[in-house]
């Protein structure tokens, strides 16, 4: 990656003492971390949620790696993340978390497969769109901003929701989203018959959402939605994604 860099900077930046990323703009930045998988164990990373609430496009890259946020088993060298702020300039700094990596021992086989539909009757408020003229986003300030700054509530208008292409939303599954403990979920994309739009960046839900044993029943997943090329309207419960369900190999030591 290193050796490319050069054919498309247009500057290099110091993130040092912290640097703001500019919505709009590409960034590539090598990690702190290294990887050295063993044969057998591939790796595959996804934004973290928070990075996604905040419309933050990122993927990880490797050296000669094949595809986007997938590691083959046996690489060992460094890891580089591609970061493309879209609603949001944002702040960051040397420990910044961005993504998120799991590890999976060959191919685990896809326990179960559900559907995904969106919450269009849980109040006068359905959800938000993110504000274009915001202020900068402090990703290590957890609680440090006022939603108000940074969002607009959506309401209904004859029972249905226009989304409108290029903006971002964040809105709520229909469904209460239950993960066993010993099992894993990615919301994967959706199929293009369903709809032109991309909905939830993180993917990945954690062993124990959504249980009594985390604290966590009746949680519904977020939904952080963007449009492509055409407006897209919406209906209560519309099927909007797909969980699937992977098993674990072996009890989780946190929930």
């Not at 910044?96 to 539909?117: F, H």
Request: proline residues 8%.
């Amino acid at each position: 990656v290193s050796e490319r860099i050069a054919d498309v900077e247009m500057h290099p930046i110091d993130p040092s003492k912290g640097v703001v990323l500019e919505k709009g703009c590409v960034y590539i930045a090598e990690l702190q971390e290294r990887l050295a998988l063993p044969p057998g164990l591939i790796a595959r990373a996804n934004p973290k949620s928070s990075t996604g609430r905040v419309d933050v496009f990122v993927r990880l890259l490797t050296d000669r790696g094949g595809s986007f946020g997938d590691v083959d088993a046996g690489y060992e060298g460094p890891l580089y993340l591609e970061i493309a702020p879209q609603t949001f300039s944002i702040l960051g700094r040397p420990g910044t978390r961005l993504n998120q990596l799991r590890l999976k021992a060959g191919e685990p086989p896809k326990l179960e497969t559900r559907s995904v539909g969106v919450d269009l009757q849980g109040g006068d408020i359905v959800g938000f769109r993110g504000r274009r003229h915001a202020g900068v986003v402090d990703l290590d300030r957890i609680d440090g901003h006022d939603p108000k700054d940074f969002w607009e509530p959506l309401t209904l208008r004859r029972g249905e929701l226009l989304l409108d292409p290029g903006e971002f939303y964040i809105l709520a599954s229909n469904e209460a989203v239950e993960i066993p403990v010993m099992q894993a979920a990615e919301m994967t994309p959706i199929d293009p018959s369903v709809g032109e739009f991309r909905v939830h960046y993180a993917g990945f839900f954690d062993p124990g959402f959504g249980t009594d044993e985390a604290h966590g029943a009746g949680s519904k997943g977020v939904l952080e939605v963007r449009t492509h090329d055409t407006p897209f309207l919406l209906e209560h419960g519309q099927i909007v994604a797909r969980l699937v369900y992977e098993p674990l190999t072996e009890r989780p030591t946190r929930l």
